[in-house]
């Protein structure tokens, strides 16, 4: 009985201090969703949210696609009673009506209490997923994370230098881009001159990131390269005009151009991929361009690529 008292009065206290701290949202490095996290939460170290001190309490925070946010919300008005135990449920936040779940689950053998929640965003859907170990559920309540979601809010724009920072590499030189996307925090990023919300296909743009595995013999990178090169998303109607072997910052090579078109209004473009072999992951550069605006763009591209440094 000594330690009902105790944890009854640390319940409360994890209830009744949210609203108290709803301008105290706290945005994890990259992202435009951010929310207040619950008593005893900090920033995650392995992923973007927030946990308690044992790791066993998570709070993931990303961003999806727009459309996934219409898909919830069509599914929800479908099927408001829910389907298999899951419970579906909204809620009013100030980034807008949101849309979440609550399940029980099992992770090995501990019974955990999972939460779903998804919120409209401009250009994006904000996501965030929780999971709770039955131990904690008598401080993390269902009334908790419900408020919790309620404090989710989103920031209009995040800085070119925060995205940038969270990269394994330095971009020294942004060749005039204005528009700066992170696609994955710390391994992805988008440089335009268009805007998410107008589209990027009508104008340049160019994508960095990492992939895994990659092939270490010569003669193995010229089919890994063009394979690549064919299924970049939303390009159609694709031709390969150009694929060698090239050296990068020193670093050994793949180019690869194709003529396409891109867009709901088939914009006819050119694309060039670069890929740039390292040993356990490798950059890969995807760079378009509208094809009476190619020259100009190549410049740019071939700018953003050779001003790519290591980072240390």
């Not at 999806?64 to 135990?85: D, K």
């Not at 694929?243 to 709901?264: H, W």
């Amino acid at each position: 009985m000594k330690l009902i008292r105790p944890l009854a009065a640390l319940v409360l206290l994890v209830a009744s201090a949210l609203p108290a701290l709803a301008a105290d949202a706290v945005y994890p490095p990259g992202l435009r969703l951010g929310m207040v996290p619950l008593v005893g939460l900090s920033k995650a170290k392995t992923f973007p949210g927030f946990e308690n001190e044992d790791g066993s309490v998570k709070v993931l925070i990303t961003e999806l696609p727009p459309a996934a946010y219409n898909e919830v919300v069509s599914a929800f008005n479908a099927n408001p009673a829910g389907t298999n135990g899951v419970k579906p449920d909204k809620i009013e936040t100030s980034a807008g009506l949101a849309y979440f779940t609550t399940e029980g689950a099992k992770v090995g053998d501990t019974l955990v209490k999972r939460y779903s929640m998804i919120v409209p965003g401009t250009g994006f859907s904000g996501y965030v997923a929780v999971q709770i170990p039955e131990n904690a559920a008598k401080i993390y309540t269902d009334e908790a994370v419900r408020q919790m979601f309620a404090t989710a809010t989103i920031r209009k724009e995040v800085s070119v230098d925060e995205q940038i920072g969270l990269l394994p590499f330095k971009i020294t030189d942004l060749a005039g881009f204005k528009d700066v996307r992170t696609l994955v925090p710390g391994s992805s990023i988008i440089l335009a001159d268009g805007s998410e919300s107008s589209g990027y296909e009508s104008k340049p743009f160019i994508i960095l990131g990492l992939i895994g595995a990659t092939p270490q013999a010569a003669d193995d990178r010229a089919r890994f390269a063009q394979e690549a090169a064919l299924q970049i998303p939303g390009l159609r109607e694709t031709k390969i005009t150009m694929s060698e072997p090239i050296r990068i910052n020193s670093q050994p090579g793949f180019e690869t151009r194709i003529d396409g078109v891109s867009g709901k209004d088939k914009t006819p473009v050119t694309v060039v991929q670069w890929i740039r072999f390292g040993g356990g992951t490798s950059l890969r550069i995807i760079a378009s361009a509208p094809r009476d605006q190619w020259s100009d763009a190549f410049t740019r591209f071939r700018a953003v690529r050779d001003g790519i440094q290591p980072k240390g």
